[in-house]
């Protein structure tokens, strides 16, 4: 299928832009893609070829040594998998599985990295090197077109933890996915894949090239859900941040944080828009029935002891 994508990335509120841990990858589900640097970032880029879309991103978790390599790991497997297995919470708990199955090769690279440049490991971060990495995030969306209806298609996700799929239709948020808050991690150190099956939620949908679809971690979602719950139509306040440069887009951050409705943590968002590419998709399902819109409005920004990690950072 062809789409413009954009992605919109900053780190947190008086950090480093190489502190950034989250990572988005975004390729054609066969493996094929790319996976944007570190924030600050503004990317946009057409994609413009046979087959699907798919996009995967992972909310590194700060607190942890190698958030962000991990979080790459986490996409990089949700890129490379074939499309059933982001369809049921069984077949994304193997795909997370197999991200974990990379983690200590990448330690030994790490550790063999930090011995030949004379800096080797302390022991305070041996230690959080022995407990792994976590993400409090991963979500991957696929879409593909229709086989013969111009300008329609479906999409299916799969999430593990606060992320977020908004699709935009007119001037109304039209599906919300998932529709309730539900902190959580994807650990590097392996987890028992029928636990971490029964908390992975999935949904389809269909999605026409009138829809502007959004893939946002907890900071960028928590906005988002909030400023539509109140009225508001966010997808119009992020056309000026999306079609400019990074130093704008921390500009627009910045005054939302000192307002006081965006958290401080990192921000990532990823924005779909849709458009008529060669058929591809075997299923038929043309439904444009309007959604029931019910969904649990996120906390307004600050601290939280809930779960592992904050849910607006």
Not at 191 to 208: E, F, I, K, L, N
Not at 221 to 248: V, Y
Request: aromatic share 6%; hydrophobic share 45%; glycine share 10%.
């Amino acid at each position: 299928m062809r789409a413009n994508v954009t992605v919109l990335a900053l780190h947190r509120h008086e950090g480093e832009p190489l502190e950034y841990e989250d990572a988005v990858w975004i390729g054609d589900g066969a493996g094929r893609g790319f996976l944007p640097p570190a924030g600050p970032a503004c990317r946009r880029a057409r994609v413009d070829r046979p087959g699907a879309l798919r996009v995967a991103l992972a909310d590194g978790a700060a607190e942890s040594l190698l958030a962000r390599r991990w979080a790459e790991l986490l996409v990089r497997a949700c890129g490379a998998a074939p499309t059933p297995l982001l369809c049921g919470g069984t077949g994304f708990a193997d795909v997370l599985a197999r991200a974990a199955d990379r983690w200590p090769d990448l330690t030994r690279r790490y550790l063999a990295e930090r011995d030949r440049r004379g800096m080797p490991v302390q022991p305070y971060e041996l230690r959080k090197l022995t407990r792994g990495a976590h993400a409090s995030a991963v979500l991957a969306a696929h879409l593909a077109p229709h086989p013969w209806l111009s300008g329609r298609g479906q999409w299916a996700a799969a999430v593990l933890g606060d992320a977020y799929l908004f699709q935009v239709r007119g001037d109304r948020l039209w599906r919300v996915f998932p529709t309730s808050r539900r902190i959580d991690v994807a650990t590097s150190n392996g987890a028992d894949p029928a636990a971490v099956a029964r908390r992975v939620r999935c949904a389809r949908g269909t999605w026409t090239d009138r829809d502007l679809l959004y893939i946002a971690n907890d900071t960028a979602g928590a906005w988002f859900l909030r400023t539509a719950l109140a009225g508001g139509r966010p997808w119009e306040e992020l056309r000026e941040p999306a079609a400019s440069g990074p130093s704008e887009l921390a500009r627009w951050v910045a005054a939302r944080r000192r307002a006081g409705v965006l958290a401080e943590g990192d921000l990532t968002l990823v924005r779909v828009d849709p458009t008529i590419g060669p058929p591809r998709l075997t299923s038929t399902s043309t439904s444009d029935a309007e959604p029931a819109l019910a969904v649990e409005a996120p906390p307004a920004p600050g601290p939280t002891t809930a779960g592992p990690r904050a849910w607006a950072r």
